[in-house]
């Protein structure tokens, strides 16, 4: 299997915080979302996965390319790899058109019929200057340089947050076209879960700057559930043993008990009377995170 990025250990310290060691990876042609609390260190991987800041410890390769203490990522490396952090990064004053100088001038690959297609589809006004543009077409605009200098992998940090819906679309059709080349892949680092859920093919859930969990998308969203019971009913599932498997968690509300089954089907089986919904990714953080093991 190829992989687009691949970590082994990696550390990072800070005097407040340490990264790692982490493990994970995202194979080509996938689209894994990265999710966690502010703090948890999500962007100080990113950090490193692009070669910004240097790690203590561990390995890590990008496109095949190990990242070495001496030199970093190669620079061929860095053409291969498009990234869209949270905030425009173009000077306030340039036009949108000259966007694409620098693109020219930068990388070897540069599409310009490709940069000039996404930025008419995304009704961004050439003449216009960045400081002009609302925050959704900013992000586009970011994305839409990304994709036109031929990336093989998109890193994203929080590229759609506080975006409306539509712009969110927007983006979404956008990466869904870059990832119809299977050799694509995108690592997505985002706290609006429900664009994972569209999106991602894994979660990889970061706590306290360590992975809580990496998971298919499918074993969150369509295998795990949430019962919503009684507490007399929870005690009783308790007696009978029934919520010891692993990864079964329980959080206690002033009504109600909610339960974080990892398969509801093999729930509901063994106990057709209690109901048991589909989970969304955002109450699976919230019941893994927060939610009592027994």
């Not at 930068?106 to 960045?130: E, M, N, P």
């Not at 994972?196 to 559930?225: H, Q, T």
Request: charged share 25%; with cysteine.
């Amino acid at each position: 299997m190829r992989y687009a990025i691949k970590a082994d250990g990696l550390v990072k310290g800070y005097a407040d915080f340490t990264l790692g060691p982490v493990s994970l990876d995202v194979p080509a042609g996938t689209v894994v979302g990265l999710v966690g609390a502010n703090g948890a260190g999500k962007t100080t991987l990113i950090k490193c996965l692009l070669g910004l800041v240097e790690p203590d410890a561990g390995e890590l390769e990008v496109l095949g390319d190990p990242l070495t203490r001496t030199s970093g990522l190669s620079a061929r490396t860095k053409e291969r790899i498009g990234v869209v952090l949270d905030t425009c990064a173009f000077p306030q004053e340039m036009r949108v058109r000259d966007v694409a100088q620098v693109g020219r001038i930068a990388y070897r690959w540069w599409d310009q019929a490709a940069f000039d297609g996404l930025t008419a589809a995304s009704g961004i006004d050439g003449a216009k200057r960045v400081k002009e543009l609302s925050r959704g077409m900013g992000m586009k605009l970011s994305l839409a340089f990304a994709l036109s200098h031929a990336p093989d992998v998109l890193i994203l940090d929080e590229a759609t947050a506080g975006l409306d819906p539509l712009a969110r679309d927007g983006m979404l059709d956008m990466l869904r076209a870059f990832m119809e080349d299977e050799a694509h892949s995108i690592l997505m680092a985002s706290h609006i879960t429900s664009d994972l859920e569209r999106l991602a093919d894994r979660i990889i859930c970061l706590e306290a700057g360590r992975v809580r969990f990496d998971l298919p998308k499918d074993a969150i969203c369509d295998e795990a559930g949430i019962v919503r019971c009684r507490a007399a009913q929870v005690d009783e599932l308790i007696a009978q043993g029934a919520l010891t498997t692993a990864g079964v968690r329980i959080m206690r509300e002033a009504y109600s008990v909610s339960v974080l089954v990892p398969d509801r089907f093999a729930f509901a089986k063994v106990h057709p009377g209690i109901p048991v919904d589909r989970v969304s990714l955002d109450d699976y953080l919230m019941m893994t995170l927060k939610g009592e093991v027994l």
